[in-house]
């Protein structure tokens, strides 16, 4: 729901630190040949004009929820002069085009228009010189791919919003990742979110040389939460820049 949450009065949703003032969770990726956009939640208009984001090549989605997929339509100012390659399993690609019907039946392709260019994820793909691998992960009823991006061979980012529990041999592909982006709700368990001691078991096992903390509600405040991370842990905050 974002934080603060509409007419909560805790003093995680009342705190004046800028780093407790959370827009729905997604990341934009920067690389010498391309630009992209995982996931687009409802905050995606401010977030995009906060950061000054001018250059969108391609959007990838890990899930079909809300808080993940309704700022679809704001992507309108990246398809002036093309389509743009919209990535997504198949499950998730199909909750899309009946969201916005509008938009992937190619009846309404006038000017200003979103126009989006469907890609079904059936494994690893490139995106300029990089390789997004999709990580499988539990959440819920939902289908969900994390996502791990490499060059040159190198595991750069594995990124797991919304994540319960990693499946498969997702844990054994993201081992030894350079940065480690998990979701981490809240201190007390979730039915579809990790907590905080099951993100910090993962980051135990994967052992990567950064961990961020993502997906945060309002019962973590940053600063007394990151007081009690172990070193190479930290709470992320929007607009946080990590440069590889």
């Known amino acids: 729901m974002g934080v603060p949450i509409i007419g909560c009065e805790c003093a995680i949703c009342r705190s004046t630190d800028p780093r407790d003032k959370r827009t729905r969770t997604s990341i934009y990726v920067q690389t010498p040949e391309c630009a992209w956009a995982i996931d687009t939640g409802p905050d995606f208009r401010f977030q995009a004009l906060r950061e000054g984001i001018t250059k969108m090549d391609a959007v990838v989605y890990t899930h079909s929820h809300t808080d993940h997929v309704m700022g679809l339509d704001d992507l309108r100012p990246y398809c002036f002069e093309h389509d743009l390659p919209i990535y997504a399993s198949p499950e998730t690609m199909a909750d899309l085009q009946r969201i916005y019907q ?85 201190r007390l368990e979730h039915p579809t979110h990790m907590n905080v001691k099951e993100a910090l078991a993962l980051a135990e096992r994967v052992q990567p040389g950064q961990t961020y903390f993502t997906h945060i509600c309002h019962e973590l405040g940053h600063e007394d939460t990151q007081k009690t991370l172990p070193p190479g842990v930290l709470m992320a905050c929007d607009g946080l820049k990590i440069e590889l």
């Open 102 to 186: 509008f938009a992937f039946s190619g009846l309404y392709k006038f000017p200003g228009y979103v126009r989006p260019e469907p890609h079904v994820i059936e494994g690893p793909f490139n995106l300029g010189g990089t390789t997004l691998t999709p990580i499988p992960v539990k959440h819920g009823r939902a289908q969900v791919n994390g996502y791990l991006l490499e060059r040159n061979g190198e595991k750069l980012v594995a990124y797991l919003t919304d994540c319960k529990q990693v499946l498969g041999e997702g844990e054994a592909l993201i081992a030894g990742v350079k940065v480690l982006i998990v979701d981490a709700l809240r």
